[in-house]
């Protein structure tokens, strides 16, 4: 069993961190030994902190340095022999340099050492000044998330209050205002049903009375009459001024359809100059005998004038299917009577 001497430095960053082993005192040359004596195994190299321990690396550095040790013990020296040995016949000189050798190796050493101790006090603080940095972060972040999380629970409370809120308002809508509103629906509902009622009965009066008062429904044949067979003049010149009015209103038509077609630039110019010249000579001519008619002795200009008697022979042709007899215009009585 070999003894030999070890140094096992424990650094700040422990376990996280492994340990720092040196051989004391030096050998010459080992594989796993440095020259400033600092142990190098498989073991430090892989380092874990959730499964390597101190224990584990004394065994691991007694199996490697109980299979090649790294130093090895001198014999003791006789104190007492009868017959003269090569040491005591060395020179002084020689342990004069043994020593001095010696003292330098231990020189060496203890500068290797300080090296060391100063190398693991530069580690030290930087792993303190990592550890700070850290801790701040942490600190920083924690605070941070503490923040959103304490106004992410302010907003969410808040919603939720204002969703119970809603809630007991439907609640109480729903036992108090909902019942009140469909009552008063459905008494509004009844109404318009007597309303839609009494309309309907009147709709069907006012459709047997139009079947009484239509002569095609009577006889029972289809009403073939036209607006010229229904109004019929009081005198011949009461009909040439209604066909004088209807010209007038067709070529004041033509007129406008003629100025459409020009401006599509569906005919030329020179025709539409043309056709205008001969339709306003016709219109001329229509108004003249219009206005000739209508000046009877002893009375002025008559209430409307061909204008009007045009919009009023329009209106007339599209009542093809109403009874003339219905007709009471104030304006109409002095030029037309029922069929």
Known sequence: IYQIPM???????????????FVRPIPERHPHVGRDGMVYLPYLHSWRPHSHK???LAVSMSTVFGKDPPLFTKRPQPTESAAPTPQRQASSSTLLQLQNAQRLKEAQLEKEA???????EVARKAEERDTRIKTDLVSKLTAKLQSNLTSHLTRERRE????????????LASQTIIPSQLEHLNSVKDK??????KVDEATEKLKNLLDQGNPASTSGGAD???????????????AQMLDLSAENASITDALYFLDKALAQSTIPLDVHQKTVRKLAKRQFMVRAAFDQDTATPGKGKPVFSGTACMAKVRLLKTLKLVDMSCLKWKHFNNYFVSA
């Open 7 to 21: 140094d096992i430095f424990i650094p700040p960053g422990y376990p996280i961190r492994p340990p720092i082993s």
């Open 54 to 56: 101190m224990t584990q």
């Open 224 to 238: 073939k009459s036209t607006v010229d067979d229904r109004c019929v003049p009081q005198s011949p010149v009461m």
């Open 160 to 171: 939720i209050l204002s969703a119970l809120e809603d809630q007991q308002r439907l609640e």
């Open 114 to 120: 300080s090296e060391a101790n100063k190398a693991l």
């Open 192 to 197: 318009l049903e007597e309303e839609t009622t």
